[in-house]
């Protein structure tokens, strides 16, 4: 499969945006579990959210504190990251992630499929 992430920009704090990912290939979607981590400068690569194929359970960092939700859409084969009350210090490269074993949703190494990339930027 391969992942392209978009949404990413420059917010003021206590602002909100929703980063997508658009799945492609062969294997169908809602096969996969799918997450999101972010890396920022200097950091480990951080575990934010995950969500299981049907979208039926959800699971989150322990920073988010409920200002982020994720969600799928497997119809168009996207999954969704819908960040609100951001934080100067959630500044990072958010990347998604597809993972087609359903191992450990916290641990980057679970994740088979990586998409690119995108800058999230906020600003005090």
């Known amino acids: 499969v391969q992942l392209q992430a978009s949404g990413g920009g420059l917010v003021q704090a206590r602002g909100s945006l929703r980063l997508s990912c658009a799945a492609s290939?062969?294997?169908?979607?809602?096969?996969?579990?799918m997450g999101w981590f972010r890396q920022a400068p200097g950091k480990e690569r951080e575990f934010v959210a995950a969500?299981?194929?049907?979208?039926?359970?959800?699971y989150y960092g322990d920073f988010v504190k409920g200002r982020f939700t994720i969600s799928r859409d497997n119809a168009k084969n996207t999954v969704y990251l819908q960040m609100n009350s951001l934080k100067p210090e959630d500044t990072a490269v958010y990347y998604c992630?597809?993972?087609?074993?359903?191992?450990?949703?916290?641990?980057?190494?679970?994740?088979?499929?990586w998409g690119q990339g995108t800058l999230v930027t906020v600003s005090s």
């Open positions: 992630a597809a993972d087609e074993k359903y191992g450990s949703y916290w641990r980057p190494t679970s994740y088979d499929y």
């Open positions: 969500i299981t194929w049907s979208g039926g359970s959800t």
């Open positions: 290939g062969r294997r169908t979607f809602s096969s996969y579990a």
